[in-house]
């Protein structure tokens, strides 16, 4: 695949950042999402840490982040195992651990947040982080949903907060949407593009719109998707069968749904249908909310739509 070949490529012969104002990186959460874009930044030369709430998801994460480096170096580096080690390892000493964000953000020079879809947690976080992170440190948010200004809002660094939106899974996904709020300056967005061209990825460039480009398109899809089923109007084997073979995509919705994470979905809807009441598109999915209540958060936990044990 050409995006192995260009992004080993770069892992490799950059242990030197390419990007001389972004060289450590601090990412805020330890999920699906951070884990991913921890992996990307210490595999593309950067100095990582990765910091969720406790010890336990830190070494769930740290070991996810290995398992899917083994992935991406196994064809890579088929003919040379123990380079691939070798490579893995070095990666990994890159990527530190804290369960403590406040005192560790000193010589960071980029924030990137990966929590919880939560305007007040995120505004949280930003706000003790603003008075403890040096002046010249750029706060940077994955939200899916969630207008980059309002969570910047919580802080007195408006003109170095932008959004940077990567996509699951990180180390495989090519697209970034690197956001442009109202104040965030220019040196801040050309920083936040040029950090992504460093870790391999795409950039494209977007307002702080609702749902930015990908998701303001995915997420009615995924909405229809579901609808259609609670209608009975389709199985969700057959509908996922259906955009597979029938519009060509990698995976169907509700394996989608389940790959994302319905926690996360169920967020970015219910705070899209706060927004806009008066639309019904938004409206409560009898499904997702049961679903979620019963902890079954797709593949992550074992169970969502479909069950993956
Ligand atoms: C009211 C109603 C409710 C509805 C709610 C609606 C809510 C809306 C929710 C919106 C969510 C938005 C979330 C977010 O903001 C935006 C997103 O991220 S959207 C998700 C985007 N991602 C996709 O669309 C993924 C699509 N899938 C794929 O591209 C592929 O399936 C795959 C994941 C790449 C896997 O590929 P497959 O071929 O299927 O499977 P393989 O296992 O064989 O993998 C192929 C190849 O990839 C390597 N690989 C896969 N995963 C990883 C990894 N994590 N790390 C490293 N390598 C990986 C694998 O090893 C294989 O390598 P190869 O052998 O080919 O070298
Ligand atoms: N899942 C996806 O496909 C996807 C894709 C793109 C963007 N996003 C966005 O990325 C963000 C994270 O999503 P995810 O899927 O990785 O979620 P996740 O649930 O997998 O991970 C979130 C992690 O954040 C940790 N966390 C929560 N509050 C914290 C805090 N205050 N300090 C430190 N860590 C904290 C949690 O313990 C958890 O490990 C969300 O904003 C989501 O909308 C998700």
């Avoid at 595999?43 to 982040?65: F, M, N, P, Q, R």
């Avoid at 890159?94 to 964000?101: E, F, G, L, P, V």
């Avoid at 259906?242 to 979905?265: C, I, Q, R, W």
Wanted: aromatic share 8%.
């Amino acid at each position: 695949m050409a995006f192995f070949t260009h992004h080993i490529t770069r892992a490799l012969s950059s242990s030197t950042v390419r990007n001389a104002a972004i060289k450590h990186v601090t990412v805020i959460g330890g999920g699906l999402m951070g884990s991913g874009i921890a992996q990307v930044a210490a595999a593309t030369g950067h100095s990582v840490v990765l910091v969720d709430t406790s010890e336990d998801i830190l070494k769930k994460s740290t070991k996810g982040i290995e398992g899917s480096l083994k992935r991406v170096v196994k064809k890579k580096f088929a003919d040379k195992p123990e380079a691939g080690e070798e490579f893995v390892q070095k990666v990994l000493k890159n990527i530190s651990t804290s369960t403590d964000a406040a005192s560790v953000v000193q010589g960071t020079d980029l924030v990137v947040e990966a929590i919880a879809e939560n305007l007040k947690v995120k505004q949280s976080l930003f706000s003790t982080l603003d008075k403890v992170a040096p002046e010249h440190t750029i706060f940077a948010s994955n939200t899916s949903s969630l207008p980059i200004a309002d969570i910047a809002v919580s802080t007195a660094r408006l003109d170095r907060f932008g959004g940077i939106h990567f996509f699951n899974p990180v180390p495989m996904m090519k697209l970034v949407e690197v956001i442009q709020a109202p104040g965030t300056s220019q040196e801040t967005f050309n920083a936040l593009l040029d950090f992504s061209k460093a870790l391999g990825k795409h950039p494209v460039s977007c307002k702080d719109t609702p749902g930015f480009i990908v998701n303001r398109l995915l997420v009615p899809y995924l909405i229809e998707a579901v609808r259609l089923h609670e209608r009975g109007h389709g199985s969700k084997e057959d509908i996922d069968v259906a955009m597979k073979l029938g519009a060509g995509y990698p995976m169907g919705p509700f394996e989608l749904l389940d790959y994302v994470g319905l926690d996360t979905s169920k967020f970015i809807v219910d705070g899209w249908y706060q927004m806009e009441p008066e639309n019904p598109l938004f409206s409560p999915s009898p499904l997702l909310n049961k679903l979620v209540s019963e902890g079954k958060l797709g593949k992550k936990t074992g169970e969502g739509f479909y069950k993956y044990k």
